[in-house]
């Protein structure tokens, strides 16, 4: 699997992309928006998803990516990323009160950001 991984990661456009700073953020991203999918492919039960995957890989994720937003001092607009492109990729296949979790992720995503500061 590891060779895998690095034969993708030496094709060319990859390597231009991963120069930039942001684009951990977008992988991030990318991969919150294409789980959902996986999961109904595997057909994991409702609870199951939306408990396993909603709540605790993608809060993960969402922490992880605020507190990579104030390490790489990126600006706070990138918050707004995870949230929309999970929102967009939860319209067309999945029930409308999943969109309430962008809004969660958007404030995981600030409890990340703040990291150790949350009382100042």
Known sequence: MKKIGD???EISVIKKLNAHAWMPLVWW???VAILPYIFSICRLPIVFRVGLLFFII???IAYHLGSLISRLNLSRWWLILMP???DLAILPKFALYNLM???IYLIIELFGLLNK???R
């Open 101 to 103: 979790f962008g809004l």
């Open 58 to 60: 993608n809060g993960v």
């Open 29 to 31: 991203s990318i991969l």
């Open 117 to 119: 500061n949350i009382y």
């Open 7 to 9: 034969k993708i990661k």
């Open 84 to 86: 929309v492109v999970f």
